[in-house]
């Protein structure tokens, strides 16, 4: 079941799209079937919409903003600007936490997971699926690993290292984890494995 933001008739509009791209795929969807599953005529739409890229670009917008939301509403860094501060204070399960939450919502949150798998389909025959799926699942989560590195290397928790390379060896495991659709509970265990191997190669020695 495709999640309903609901609201005013511009987010009716998104969010119908959001159910039909998401069966259909982009390419397959029409302005028209949009239309109908929102209840109007095709020419009401462009009351609100140029056609059916910017509806999609509109709904991209909507759906990248919420998992940041959902990321940073869990207390873990969402953007690479963001202070890694917590990273380098929590400890023991605290840490664990933390890690988790970073990485909870691909996995909990059913909006998410679906706009995953709507990427993911479309990406093969969409250009512009493509980059987002990358940018979203691939390239922000690899800049988010890559800003906590660093400032653990700055601050002596983490032996010095390549952090690029860190941060995209920290999250390969847990990208391909999301990818198969992995349980809930079994990526959680998962990611606190993954994590307690990761800071046993990195940690400072005698930390």
């Keep these: ?75 873990a860094i969402a953007h690479p600007d963001d202070d890694p501060q917590a990273y380098s204070k929590a400890k023991g399960a605290a840490l664990a936490e933390l890690v988790w939450n970073s990485y909870a919502p691909f996995f909990e949150d059913d909006r998410i997971r679906l706009f995953r798998r709507m990427l993911a389909a479309g990406r093969y025959s969409d250009e512009r699926c493509a980059e987002l799926y990358k940018g979203v699942f691939v390239v922000r989560p690899i800049k988010l690993q890559e800003t906590v590195f660093s400032h653990l290397v700055d601050v002596g928790t983490f032996e010095p290292c390549n952090t690029r390379l860190a941060a995209e060896q920290f999250h390969g495991p847990l990208f391909m984890a999301m990818d198969s659709e992995m349980e809930a509970g079994e990526a959680r265990e998962f990611c606190e494995r993954h994590l307690a191997a990761f800071n046993a190669a990195h940690g400072k020695r005698g930390k």
Aim: aromatic content about 10%.
């Design 1 to 75: 079941m495709v999640p309903k933001v609901g609201g005013d008739a511009r987010e009716r509009i998104l969010d119908e799209a959001f159910v039909l791209f998401s069966q259909k795929g982009y390419a397959a969807t029409t302005v028209r079937d949009i239309a109908s599953a929102v209840g109007v005529k095709a020419a009401s739409l462009y009351n609100h919409f140029g056609g059916k890229r910017e509806i999609f670009d509109a709904l991209m917008e909507r759906e990248t903003a919420y998992v940041e939301r959902r990321v940073r509403s869990a207390g």
